[in-house]
């Protein structure tokens, strides 16, 4: 308990931007579940595969030392742009493959949340085995493979170096923390207006919350289950882009850990509510590091769980509980 009083304000500011990410990330689960009343296990593997596009990004044009100003802000937004176009493409992939035949036969819930399942393991299993594949042609024309099994760490050249710019108690605020938590709330709040207030945001709400009175409104539902994984795509390489410049790393696996808390999130906040991904991430990532400090830090991860059952069995809809489908305009 000590340890978390005198280090309150350093615990407080890393919680915020991992609850920054989770919150992110926790979009996407968040969004289809209100659409489709389906989980989306594939969605960590969205949010790693951007990850690894922002990093290829970035060693494609190969940032010069000590770039200006404005060459970081087009290397970032390069990267950033990489990372939603390539988490987008892959979300549509996972819907394509693996929901929307199962949708159009009318699949009981657990095939699809079995088949999301699979698909994660592939999306995983492709990015593992990435430029560790050899291969040559041999003197009768077969093709050999060798698999090399290494899977190693990442890692993201940050071209924004981290600077202190001013001290909370003993926690010293960097332009990172500011960059990514700021960025984090503001497309938050953008695709919560999206959703409230734009005819296509409407077309989802709609759709969450009657499919087939809104296909006889004249809402295309199919568009709408494509545009929903799209933007949560978007929003999983948004929080890949964030993640990579606080902590610097990705791996093929990086998604999955991740993915459960953001999942975690989702359900604190009230699965299907934009607003509650939001306060579900900050509130993970604040308790794990509250939790983490009063009972160690190998239990972090047991924290989050342990939080996340007791909020479920005094308020199962979660902290907000309110549906996308009867979002408020």
Do not use: C
Not at 66 to 84: D, G, Q, R, T
Not at 142 to 171: K, M, Q
Not at 185 to 203: C, E, N, T, W, Y
């Amino acid at each position: 308990m000590s340890y978390l009083i005198h280090n309150f304000a350093a615990l407080t500011g890393t919680g915020l931007i991992k609850g920054a990410v989770y919150g992110l990330v926790a979009l996407g689960y968040t969004l289809v579940y209100g659409v489709l009343r389906l989980i989306n296990f594939a969605h960590s593997e969205v949010f790693m595969w951007g990850s690894f596009a922002a990093v290829w990004a970035l060693t494609a044009i190969g940032a010069g030392p000590n770039p200006s100003p404005l060459e970081i802000a087009i290397l970032l937004l390069v990267a950033l742009i990489a990372a939603m176009a390539v988490s987008g493409g892959v979300a549509l992939v996972v819907e394509r493959v693996a929901y929307r035949r199962l949708i159009r036969l009318k699949a009981p819930p657990l095939t699809a949340l079995i088949s999301a399942i699979g698909m994660s393991f592939v999306l995983g299993e492709i990015m593992g085995l990435r430029d560790k594949i050899t291969g040559w042609i041999g003197l009768d024309g077969t093709l050999h493979l060798y698999v090399n099994g290494a899977r190693d760490n990442t890692r993201f050249a940050n071209p924004l170096e981290s600077r202190i710019l001013f001290n909370i108690g003993n926690y010293g605020v960097s332009n990172i923390d500011l960059l990514v938590l700021g960025s984090a709330l503001v497309m938050m709040i953008a695709l919560d207006q999206f959703i409230r207030r734009a005819r296509l945001g409407r077309g989802i709400r709609a759709v969450a919350q009657d499919s087939d009175a809104a296909a006889l409104m004249g809402v295309n539902k199919q568009q709408v289950i494509r545009v929903t994984f799209l933007i949560g795509g978007l929003m999983a390489g948004s929080a890949a882009l964030l993640y990579l410049m606080k902590f610097g790393v990705t791996r093929w696996n990086a998604g999955f850990l991740l993915g459960v808390k953001a999942f975690t999130a989702a359900v604190l906040g009230g699965i299907g509510n934009v607003r509650g991904a939001l306060l579900g991430g900050f509130v993970l990532g604040l308790a794990e590091n509250y939790g983490s400090a009063i009972v160690g830090s190998q239990w972090q991860d047991v924290v989050a769980f342990v939080l996340l059952i007791v909020i479920l069995l005094f308020r199962p809809t979660g902290l907000l509980g309110e549906s996308l489908g009867r979002a408020r305009a």
